[in-house]
């Protein structure tokens, strides 16, 4: 059963007690609506409905079950949750997985992996990145962690050297023409910002090992914006440089290591973080890279 106890402030005066829990708690219609038929609400102690108007010194009491009965998890034995509680589980998506199951495709997928039932991943990844992604077990935790502040931080090797050790790719991306996949750097795209910081080189071959944090969440934006500074992720097929090198790692060499989340109740902060994988350890393993 969840709580939610408010005493209105001045600016809801006028408006109805379910404006105040859509902007206060972040209920969804489709939360408020089982609210409205399965909950009760109170104003000032006495039962209400949602469309009440408040004042302010209002209190509001909220009594309602948003929580479908918890699916059933089974984890491979290699691949063990990173963190896990009773509205959500964080895994390390390995290459090849996609996160949830499209339309005709016969790739595994990491929620289907886990369980039978339905989940709800709060992000995607590639079907070849690795590494962190949040998988929510029930809607109203989904909707939660979806307007909740993350932070995403993720490893990638790229061909050459940048120009600036450190900076922040500002360049709008959008479906590439006559392709339904494929993205690119247009001004008719959606505002896209990829924070970058260089961490290490290696001379021979010309690589760079680059930590990115994302400021958006575009398709593909990490590999569409290293491709627009002309030096794209290793062994990116869509937007790489398509060279032998690129053929040995097999999949563009891109890892989310690391998470920053406030649980949705508690907003207690979450702080987690992903060895690198093995095929990208070996490339930084084989060649002499050197920190700046």
């Known amino acids: 059963m969840q709580k939610f106890a408010y005493i209105v402030e001045e600016k809801y005066t006028g408006q109805s007690i379910r404006d105040v829990l859509r902007e206060e708690f972040q209920i969804s219609r489709r939360m408020l609506k089982r609210l409205r038929w399965e909950g009760k609400t109170y104003l000032n102690h006495e039962e209400a409905m949602l469309w009440y108007p408040v004042k302010a010194g209002d209190c509001i009491l909220a009594l309602a079950d948003l929580h479908l009965e918890a699916p059933k998890l089974h984890f491979p034995r290699d691949q063990q949750p990173v963190f896990q509680n009773k509205d959500l589980v964080v895994m390390s998506k390995k290459p090849g997985q996609v996160v949830h199951k499209s339309l005709n495709s016969q790739l595994v997928d990491l ?44 490893l990638g090797i790229c061909h050459g050297q940048l120009d600036q050790a450190e900076g922040i790719i500002d360049a709008p991306i959008a479906r590439a023409q006559d392709s339904i996949m494929e993205r690119e750097v247009s001004c008719e795209g959606k505002p896209a910002q990829t924070g970058y910081r260089v961490l290490a080189h290696a001379e021979e071959p010309d690589l760079s090992l680059v930590e990115f944090q994302l400021y958006t969440g575009r398709t593909h934006q990490i590999r569409v914006h290293t491709h627009y500074l002309g030096h794209p992720l290793l062994g990116d097929s869509m937007y790489g440089l398509n060279q032998a090198l690129d053929a040995d790692l ?15 109740y508690t907003e207690d902060r979450i702080v987690l973080d992903d060895p690198v994988p093995p095929d990208m350890q070996a490339v930084l393993n084989r060649y002499q890279f050197l920190q700046l």
């Open 250 to 264: 097999g999949r563009q060499a891109l890892h989310a290591y690391h998470l920053e989340f406030p649980l949705p």
């Open 111 to 154: 929620c289907g992996l886990i369980s039978d039932q339905a989940l709800h991943p709060v992000q995607r990844l590639d079907r070849d990145t690795t590494g962190l992604v949040i998988i929510a077990l029930n809607a109203y935790t989904h909707y939660r962690l979806s307007q909740s502040k993350m932070v995403k931080k993720y």
